[in-house]
């Protein structure tokens, strides 16, 4: 188990939904990232927060929208998903961006199954 | 654009084996070079190499960066079945957080 926590596992949902994903980490690191992964390809950046604040965002559809609720949970609300963004998303953590290079912690990843 | 490419993008050899894996990259304001071990799941950190740290050894696995031809590589000796998983190589340039990956190199290792 990793010490950065994604809930849920599994996620199937159709293209008309609404859903949530959600991550926690209690490590106190201040910076938390969304990737997304297709198969056998690399982790994709999506979002980056630091401090709270959207800092990088990857020119991501409006169909993903991330949330900071604060230094320790980060969120990414889906709504009218395609089929393409089926994929395994995942977040991390980091001590502080602003201080330079922070290895990244990761989750266990929620992979995603658009219908 | 930052860029990073690995090889070979698969490799299968057998318990005891000795392996190189190679990182090249392209990233302007180079910051960092990271090596992360990536199993079913979570990616996880192994190394990290700066200007000022451009060797890392942690049992099995060493690392170095060659600023100057703009390549990485990550050595495994003694290998074991356990060492089976993608290995990726990320750089950070000058915007911090932002990582950039290799494809990864697959490494397969039978008994």
């Known amino acids: 188990d990793t010490e950065v926590t994604q809930t849920p596992k599994h996620l199937v949902m159709g293209m008309t939904n609404k859903k949530s994903l959600k991550c926690e980490q209690h490590m106190g690191h201040r910076a938390m990232y969304w990737y997304k992964q297709k198969a056998k390809k690399p982790p994709e950046l999506m979002f980056v927060?630091?401090?709270?604040?959207?800092?990088i965002n990857e020119s991501v559809p409006s169909r993903f929208s991330p949330e900071c609720p604060n230094s320790s949970l980060l969120n990414l609300h889906l709504h009218a998903l395609q089929p393409e963004d089926s994929a395994l998303y995942l977040c991390?953590?980091?001590?502080?961006?602003?201080?330079?290079?922070?290895?990244?912690?990761f989750g266990d990843g929620t992979r995603l199954s658009i219908l | 654009e930052d860029k990073v490419v690995q090889s070979p993008l698969s490799l299968v050899v057998h318990e005891g084996d000795t392996v190189t894996l190679n990182c090249s990259y392209e990233?302007?304001?180079?910051?960092?070079l990271l090596w992360y071990k990536q199993e079913k799941k979570a990616p996880t950190f192994l190394f990290m190499l700066t200007s000022s740290g451009i060797e890392k050894k942690s049992g099995r696995l060493s690392s170095i960066l060659d600023k100057k031809e703009l390549f990485s590589i990550l050595n495994i000796t003694a290998t074991q079945t356990g060492d089976s998983a993608i290995y990726l190589c990320a750089v950070e340039g000058r915007n911090a957080g932002k990582s950039t990956f290799g494809d990864g190199t697959t490494l397969t290792v039978k008994p």
């Open positions: 990233v302007t304001n180079f910051r960092s």
């Open positions: 927060y630091s401090y709270e604040k959207l800092s």
């Open positions: 991390a953590s980091s001590q502080d961006r602003g201080t330079g290079t922070q290895p990244q912690h």
